[in-house]
């Protein structure tokens, strides 16, 4: 039963530490897309990479969020300093170039405090 | 510039009855569409798709409707089960643009028994 994978689950910390969060995408899939969803919003797309290359990190807050694939296999997201404001759930989602279709991982649950 | 809305946050039916759950977008170039349905504590999981060349998509209880003219889709659940209680995100995107999608805020859908 192939699914993609994030750890940690649950993260809490504080106001400056350095967050970094881990995706394991599906074997295969070319595409790996990051989402934040806060209590008052919906999905927000953060980053993507399409063959370990970054399309669109557009949404990104660029001084203190990146977003990397150092293989096919993990893609992280690092949050540096974190703040409360940072405090969401991060999806991690893959897919297979030629779909649309997009499979989540169960999510990053992060506290800043 | 939100591109996808879901202007119900919430819906509540009962058991055995149509539920349906509406979304509306602005870009034109949209010419995909997908539903999500998203459990607490777990990622979104794919529900149901509509390219923009049909104007209609059935799988078993779920069928969804596109209206070009209108930039507007439905998701209609019949009949609608217990089980069905979840977030439900409409997402859109363009075929050529590496799978990226634009999600609404999504809508939360109570089934009473």
């Not at chain 1, 934040?36 to 969020?65: C, I, V």
Request: aromatic share 10%.
């Amino acid at each position: 039963d192939a699914r993609v994978t994030q750890t940690p689950r649950d993260k809490v910390t504080e106001m400056g530490q350095e967050v970094t969060m881990r995706c394991q995408p599906i074997l295969g899939h070319n595409t790996v897309f990051w989402y934040r969803q806060t209590m008052m919003q919906g999905l927000e797309l953060l980053a993507y990479f399409r063959n370990r290359a970054p399309l669109d990190d557009s949404g990104m807050p660029k001084d203190r969020f990146s977003a990397e694939m150092p293989d096919a296999t993990l893609a992280t997201l690092k949050i540096q300093p974190s703040e409360p404001r940072d405090s969401a759930v991060y999806f991690c989602a893959s897919g297979l170039g030629g779909s649309e279709t997009q499979y989540f991982g169960p999510g990053t649950r992060l506290l800043v405090l | 510039d939100q591109q996808v809305k879901q202007n119900s946050p919430s819906l509540s039916v009962q058991e055995g009855r149509i539920s349906i759950l509406n979304c509306d977008y602005t870009n034109s170039m949209f010419d995909y569409f997908l539903w999500y349905k998203k459990y607490p504590a777990e990622g979104p999981t794919f529900l149901i798709s509509i390219s923009s060349i049909k104007d209609k998509n059935e799988d078993g209880r779920f069928t969804v409707f596109l209206n070009k003219s209108a930039k507007h889709l439905s998701l209609h659940i019949v009949p609608s089960q217990p089980g069905d209680s979840a977030v439900y995100f409409c997402a859109a995107s363009v075929w050529t643009n590496a799978g990226k999608s634009t999600f609404g805020d999504g809508t939360t859908l109570t089934v009473k028994p």
